[in-house]
């Protein structure tokens, strides 16, 4: 069992004013079994009257209409949760996470690689496998931030050989559903300072298992998860649209740090 204080911070400043700002949100952690918040303090600014609602996947939902004008927009959540793994619930699994999704889609050369995955990876667990998967796509893809953008599918990262946390993440799902293994996309913070993480979740025996294909590692109780989908298009954490605005300056700083649990 983990104590995590964790913090996410969002500013988008505008070259104009921005009107009819309507925006959603998915920077809030889940609450559940295994991921207990103890404490969470919201500041949104502007902001005119917040809603908190759901998504289909169970995300938790920040959304609002900003009408008067304003050149700068700001979120700022911080809080402090309790994560034990141990008490993980069953969960009915979603056909959904079988099949391929909007970025997920093999092509030729991961059909190709594929092809060399799949005799490592018969009569393997879905543990099993996802250590093979993360193995061998650490000896073929490299992490290169700005080789590749938000919209770049998992085919599109795997034939330049480079990418970041959401390629490896789209990669690794594409390949995994690919063998039979159900997979979802999750977006959070992990221990440290940084931008928010992607990394994965595999099913098996009614329990989702967190695995970093970019870290090359399992996750442990030392990731605060915030939102889970078919894929980045599920996940994304800001969605707004407006009128006016110009062009926009964004910065988000987002944390999480381990506390001693025997003095909290």
Same mark, same amino acid.
């Given at each position: 069992m983990k104590i995590l204080e964790f913090s996410y911070a969002m500013n988008i400043k505008f070259s104009e004013p921005a009107l009819r700002h309507?925006?959603? +949100?998915?920077?809030?952690?889940?609450?559940?079994?295994?991921?207990?918040?103890?404490e969470m303090f919201i500041d949104i600014s502007p902001h005119n009257c917040?809603?908190?609602? &759901?998504?289909?996947?169970?995300n938790r939902i920040l959304t609002d209409r900003i009408t008067e004008a304003h050149s700068e927009f700001s979120v700022f959540v911080t809080g402090t949760?309790?994560?034990?793994?141990?008490?993980?619930?069953?969960e009915p699994l979603s056909g959904i996470y079988k099949y391929p999704s909007k970025f997920t889609h093999i092509g030729e050369q991961l059909?190709?690689?594929?092809?060399?995955?799949? %005799? +490592?990876l018969e009569n393997k667990s879905v543990l099993e496998a996802s250590e093979i998967l993360m193995q061998k796509m650490e000896e073929r893809f490299s992490y290169v931030s700005g080789a590749?953008?938000?919209?770049?599918?998992?085919?599109?990262?795997?034939?330049?050989? !480079?990418?970041?946390?959401?390629?490896? &993440?789209?990669?690794?799902?594409?390949?995994?559903?690919?063998?039979?293994? %159900?997979?979802?996309?999750?977006?959070?913070? %992990?221990?440290g300072i940084g931008?928010?993480?992607?990394?994965?979740?595999?099913?098996?025996?009614?329990?989702?298992?967190?695995?970093? %294909?970019?870290?090359? !590692?399992f996750v442990d109780e030392r990731y605060l998860k915030l939102s889970h989908g078919r894929d980045f298009s599920d996940c994304s954490v800001n969605r707004g649209v407006l009128i006016g605005g110009g062009t926009q300056t964004q910065s988000i700083e987002a944390r999480v740090k381990v506390l001693d649990a025997t003095k909290v």
């Open positions: 309507c925006f959603s +949100l998915r920077c809030l952690p889940f609450d559940n079994s295994y991921q207990n918040l103890r917040l809603t908190e609602t &759901s998504d289909g996947f169970g949760a309790e994560i034990n793994l141990d008490l993980r619930e069953p059909a190709a690689f594929q092809a060399e995955l799949k %005799p +490592l590749t953008n938000i919209h770049t599918t998992a085919e599109e990262a795997f034939q330049l050989g !480079k990418g970041v946390c959401q390629d490896f &993440s789209h990669i690794f799902l594409a390949l995994a559903r690919e063998n039979g293994i %159900p997979a979802r996309y999750v977006v959070g913070i %992990p221990e931008e928010t993480h992607a990394w994965v979740e595999v099913y098996e025996q009614g329990l989702w298992y967190g695995v970093d %294909p970019t870290n090359h !590692k």
